[in-house]
């Protein structure tokens, strides 16, 4: 009987050993796998495994050494990391829903998140970060199974003028973006205070009152980029089934009057007597987006 | 002469010692637990910066992201950080003067000594920040071991004035912009916690006003491109060494020019080279009273000059900062002129004083290379190897290598954990030194330390 035990006892330990042997095995043969992720931007070609050290050296006390998001700084840190196992990205030059392209991803990298903990990462040379950005990838099954979406096309900027803004404020109070950001852009409007993010956390809407950059950069193509894709993940939306481009360069030109720093078109709407918009009185029909001069150029 | 070689050899030995154990070292928890960051963040491993850590001291301890105002920080947040290391050592010097046992007059002996025993470092107590975005700020009080504090640095800098990365001014006390800093030195240990030739003076020389590594109090002009590649800076300092109350000259100025450029180098890294410069100038000539000279009242400025090339090569996870160094004194200072303040039996060039014929300006050369291999952010291995070299003695007839220095460290530095709220390294250190013909027979003195100990600060 204690022969027969002491049997059992080996082959269960047998057993065991060579499951957690193969299960290791595994474990480290998909590492493996994820790890031969490659990125590719900016002339470089990036690979997962080359980032093992910068990832836990820069990115995993936010991020989690998993990806997850749940970093040790994690719960003080407000807006909440990333969690790169969803692959779900704010900022993207493809459409809502789709994967960005490494160019996006290797942008945001760069430039930081403004108002957020994510820094600017340029000090880091474009081969550390585009190793980064495999290894970002490499968390996600999605980027196996999924291509990027195809980056949206953004027209040239059309000429600044007074009907422009006029009619990106009747386009303003037409899409509603005032429930959220606010009359007068102060991220105070009805809807603020509720919004939540897709795993249902608080998060407030974008003061074009106080700041001066966006999440997703600063320039006029960037602000355009971000309500044509939306911001993945977050109760902003993607207006590129609602605003003809046209249409989006107005909403650019309006938004640009309500940011702190002095804006040509700041000066226009001084000029124009502008007032915030009133959401009891019935929405403007938005203006007739106006012809392009001569010197215009077309869009795309 | 053998009396004053063991007095030189004893200087030596003090200011090293004092070195050691009043060099403050930055690194503040404070930042990390700021921003968020781990420590790795902004250190290859700490004090000592990397690349993004740079950037962000070059931007006024800013991430430039709109959070860096005070006003965003949780009110109970306190900006202070205090750096301790409690250690073991084993400290040995191969030639010390010694009396005869028996009190027989002339039978005094020369031999060696080693002593090792429990002890902690000097505190640091570092806070620094922004007042408001593009406004910062760094104190330092700083005690050694026995508890006498002193200000390691008290600044204020504008940042990013018109807008501009290239515009940063900083007024105060302050570590010159030297690339390869030895306030975020990784050695610890008697004879490899700071750089010999960030300190050198020639035997027999009095200028105490050339020291590249301490911090010094004055004005500088700080520019940096967006990305921190490029770097240029210019400190107009007055010529006290950083010591308050202006006891040395009336009107006495020196200036420190800096620059560099980074290139990236592929896989290998981002790599840096540049120069550093010092000119200066101090006096020889004070006034006195009763025979004893009056602080503040030097003149007859006599110049100095230190300047050399800086390189950080990265190779992967093996990586070298390499600094070199000309310097020169007038041959006022080498003839023992230059600070009558701090040590009474200097000379003081009044009126008629002439000097030795034959007396030249001492002149000298010094490099060293530190090698770091950062295993990973929680464990890097360390090399330094320093040299210097005299190419030129004052006085006649003084032997050409006297003064000459070979230095060596080797050390490990394991953070047994990486958060963004302490930092605590597991720190184990040996370095060897060897003066030229400063041991009191005239012949060389070499001393050597090991220590083990826990470096941590919160």
């Not at chain 1, 050993?17 to 994820?34: D, I, K």
């Not at chain 1, 789709?98 to 994510?118: H, I, K, Q, Y």
């Not at chain 2, 030189?8 to 921003?35: C, D, I, Q, W």
């Not at chain 2, 996870?317 to 070199?324: E, G, H, N």
Request: net charge neutral; glycine share 10%; proline share 7%.
């Amino acid at each position: 009987m204690r022969t027969q035990t002491l049997k059992l006892t080996t082959c269960a330990v047998a057993v065991l050993a060579f499951a957690g042997l193969s299960f290791a095995q595994v474990t480290e043969y998909q590492e493996q796998q994820n790890l031969g992720m490659e990125a590719h931007a900016d002339h470089v070609t990036g690979h997962a495994s080359g980032a093992t050290m910068d990832y836990r050296r820069y990115c995993a006390g936010c991020h989690g050494v998993l990806g997850d998001g749940e970093g040790e700084n994690a719960v003080w840190i407000d807006p909440k990391p990333r969690n790169f196992t969803l692959a779900t990205f704010k900022c993207r030059s493809t459409p809502s829903g789709t994967l960005p392209t490494d160019e996006d991803l290797f942008s945001t990298v760069g430039r930081g998140v403004e108002a957020s903990n994510m820094p600017s990462w340029n000090p880091l040379s474009p081969q550390q970060r585009i190793d980064l950005v495999a290894y970002v990838k490499h968390f996600s099954d999605r980027w196996k199974t999924e291509k990027p979406g195809t980056p949206i096309e953004i027209p040239a900027e059309p000429a600044l003028t007074a009907d422009r803004i006029k009619a990106g404020q009747a386009l303003f109070q037409k899409l509603e973006c005032w429930k959220c950001h606010g009359v007068d852009g102060r991220a105070n409007g009805p809807s603020a205070d509720t919004l939540t993010d897709d795993q249902n956390r608080p998060i407030k809407p974008f003061n074009f009152h106080d700041q001066t950059k966006f999440k997703c950069g600063s320039t006029d193509r960037d602000l355009y980029r971000i309500f044509m894709t939306g911001l993945d993940g977050t109760p902003m939306p993607s207006f590129a089934d609602n605003v003809k481009p046209d249409e989006a360069w107005d909403l650019v030109f309006y938004l640009r009057t309500l940011q702190p720093m002095h804006t040509k078109e700041k000066e226009i709407a001084k000029q124009l007597g502008l007032k915030p918009i009133n959401p009891n009185a019935p929405a403007p029909a938005a203006a007739p987006a106006p012809q392009p001069q001569s010197n215009e150029p077309k869009p795309q | 002469m053998a009396s004053s070689r063991r007095i030189v050899s004893g200087f030596v030995l003090s200011v090293t010692l004092l070195l050691v154990l009043s060099n403050s070292a930055y690194a503040l928890p404070a930042f990390a637990r700021k921003y968020g960051l781990r420590c790795s963040a902004c250190h290859e491993a700490w004090p000592m910066l990397n690349y993004f850590g740079q950037k962000f001291k070059d931007n006024g301890y800013q991430l430039m992201n709109d959070r860096d105002a005070p006003i965003w920080q949780n009110p109970s947040y306190w900006p202070i950080t205090l750096r301790m290391t409690p250690f073991w050592h084993r400290e040995s010097t191969d030639k010390i003067a010694v009396d005869s046992p028996s009190g027989v007059p002339n039978a005094a002996s020369i031999r060696g000594l080693t002593t090792s025993g429990f002890d902690y470092s000097g505190l640091d107590i570092l806070t620094g920040g922004t007042l408001e975005k593009n406004i910062s700020f760094l104190l330092v009080p700083s005690s050694d071991n026995l508890g006498a504090f002193h200000m390691e640095s008290v600044n204020v800098r504008l940042d990013n004035l018109f807008h501009s990365p290239w515009v940063n001014v900083k007024l105060g006390k302050f570590e010159l912009d030297n690339i390869v800093s030895e306030k975020r030195v990784v050695t610890l240990s008697s004879y490899g916690g700071s750089f010999q030739s960030y300190h050198f003076i020639p035997v027999g020389d009095n200028n105490i006003f050339g020291q590249i590594g301490d911090n010094q109090i004055g004005l500088e002009w700080m520019g940096h491109s967006l990305n921190d590649r490029t770097r240029l800076s210019v400190a107009i300092i007055s010529s006290t060494d950083g010591t308050p109350n202006l006891p040395y000259g009336r009107n006495a100025y020196s200036a420190f020019f800096a620059g560099s450029q980074a290139f990236d180098v592929g896989k290998l890294g981002t790599d840096r080279v540049g120069f550093y410069a010092m000119v200066g100038e101090a006096p020889t000539t004070f006034l006195t009273s009763g025979g004893v000279p009056i602080p503040g009242t030097g003149v007859g400025n006599k110049g100095f000059s230190r300047e050399g090339f800086v390189g950080l090569f990265y190779f992967g996870k093996l990586d070298f900062q390499v600094v070199t160094q000309h310097g020169s004194d007038s041959k006022w200072f080498g003839a023992g002129f230059g600070n009558p303040i701090d040590d009474p039996t200097a000379p003081n060039n009044i009126p008629g004083t002439t000097l030795l014929a034959g007396t030249r300006s001492p002149t000298w050369n010094g490099a060293f290379v530190e090698t770091h291999w950062v295993q990973n952010p929680q464990l890097i291995f360390i090399q330094r190897s320093e040299w210097v070299r005299m190419s030129q003695q004052a006085i006649p007839g003084t032997p050409s290598n006297l003064g000459n220095i070979d230095n060596y460290v080797f050390g490990y530095r394991y953070m047994p954990f990486m958060t963004s709220r302490a930092g605590l390294a597991w720190h184990n250190e040996y370095s060897w030194i060897r003066q030229h013909g400063s041991a009191p027979d005239g012949s060389d003195l070499t001393s050597s330390s090991l220590m083990l100990g826990f470096d941590f600060d919160f």
